[in-house]
């Protein structure tokens, strides 16, 4: 079935070590987005690619890093994890922007200890 | 003040109820509306999206109103699978540069 795949579903890593989620699609969406979520909170928007095209929301720190090589893939990097950054994080694609409907992957849960 | 407000709850009904949750946004130029159903500990799906005209499916009919800027869900019969945080969502922008605004949802729990 086509699906927005992300691994690792659970990832621990260390205060200030740099980590890494991926997030892959078979949708051949053209745009794919990450978002953080905390517990009982919303899911929070990070940045979205459509297509090469990189876009950072204001609030963003720096520390959250993106990359995407393909259309089918698209990566998250957290530089310098702060124990605030533990959270849900859920990637997203959509054929286009101002799509209707967005499709999730199953999040990868980060831990910082 | 948030973009997207609703009560968290929890919602705690027994089966075969009838439930309802309200959702209020704070901007006019909103576009689009939907609800989303997220299950403990998974990712966001879609449920419907939310019309001007109100709209059903099922056992899930939901209303807008633009003037009071704001959107319900209701549920009608209510099953233990219900059980669920429901988001609101809303949409500005123009059409290619919309994103996704989320509410933090409201948690409903169905009991027998």
């Known amino acids: 079935d086509a699906m927005v795949i992300q691994n690792p579903r659970y990832q621990v890593t260390q205060f200030g070590k740099p980590v890494t989620l991926s997030c892959s699609q078979t949708l051949n969406h053209n745009v794919m987005y990450w978002y953080q979520q905390k517990s009982s909170q919303a899911p929070k928007l990070l940045f979205h690619?459509?297509?090469?095209?990189?876009?950072n929301e204001a609030d963003t720190p720096d520390n959250f890093q993106s990359r995407r090589p393909n259309t089918s893939f698209c990566f998250l990097d957290i530089r310098s994890p702060g124990l605030g950054d533990a959270a849900m994080y859920l990637c997203?694609?959509?054929?286009?922007?101002?799509?209707?409907?967005?499709?999730f992957g199953p999040g990868t849960r980060l831990t910082v200890t | 003040r948030k973009e997207v407000e609703q009560d968290p709850g929890p919602f705690n009904v027994p089966e075969g109820a009838t439930v309802a949750f309200n959702c209020t946004y704070s901007n006019s130029a909103s576009q689009s509306f939907f609800w989303y159903r997220q299950d403990c500990r998974k990712e966001p799906k879609l449920l419907m999206s939310v019309y001007s005209s109100g709209n059903e499916d099922g056992r899930f009919t939901a209303q807008l109103n633009r003037a009071s800027q704001y959107i319900s869900l209701l549920i009608r019969d209510s099953k233990l699978s219900d059980s669920a945080t429901y988001l609101c969502?809303?949409?500005?922008?123009?059409?290619?540069?919309?994103?996704?605004?989320f509410g933090q949802g409201t948690t409903l729990q169905v009991k027998p």
């Open positions: 997203a694609t959509s054929r286009d922007r101002g799509a209707r409907e967005q499709y």
């Open positions: 969502v809303v949409t500005y922008g123009s059409s290619n540069t919309g994103k996704l605004i």
């Open positions: 690619y459509y297509d090469k095209d990189f876009n």
